[in-house]
Nanobody, 120 residues
Framework: QVQLVESGGGLVQAGGSLRLSCAAS????????TDWYRQIPGKQRDLVAS???????NYAESAKGRFTISRDNAKNTVYLQMNSLKPEDTAVYYC??????????????WGQGTQVTVSA
């Protein structure tokens, strides 16, 4: 079964750091783009950071300078290092990739999410 499993969330004080992990099974993340999203209850899921197959990275404005997305190909895992955390970073964080189905078709694969809570 193709699966993404997030870990590393928790409770941290403002200014602190967390590193989230997204471990993949039965799909090779180094061949795909992987994204980190976050969602606050009642709001849409927002893109935080992406890493492409070639290693190029992109960040939401709110994440630039504080978050770093990276990938360990040997471990088939994508990370999100989050520094200088703020209370407004509190959300459930999800990783996502797109499973190729052939030709131009693909299907999104989401992890189950990990809660990040930043106290003031």
């Amino acid at each position: 079964q193709v699966q993404l499993v997030e870990s590393g969330g928790g409770l941290v004080q403002a200014g602190g750091s967390l590193r989230l992990s997204c471990a993949a099974s039965r799909i090779t993340l180094s061949m795909l783009t992987t994204d980190w999203y976050r969602q606050i209850p009642g709001k849409q899921r927002d893109l935080v950071a992406s890493i492409s197959r070639g290693g190029s990275t992109n960040y939401a404005e709110s994440a630039k300078g504080r978050f770093t997305i990276s990938r360990d190909n040997a471990k088939n895992t994508v990370y999100l290092q989050m520094n200088s955390l703020k209370p407004e970073d509190t959300a459930v964080y999800y990783c996502k990739t797109d499973r190729p189905l052939g030709g131009p078709l693909s299907a999104p694969i989401w992890g189950q999410g990990t809660q990040v809570t930043v106290s003031a």
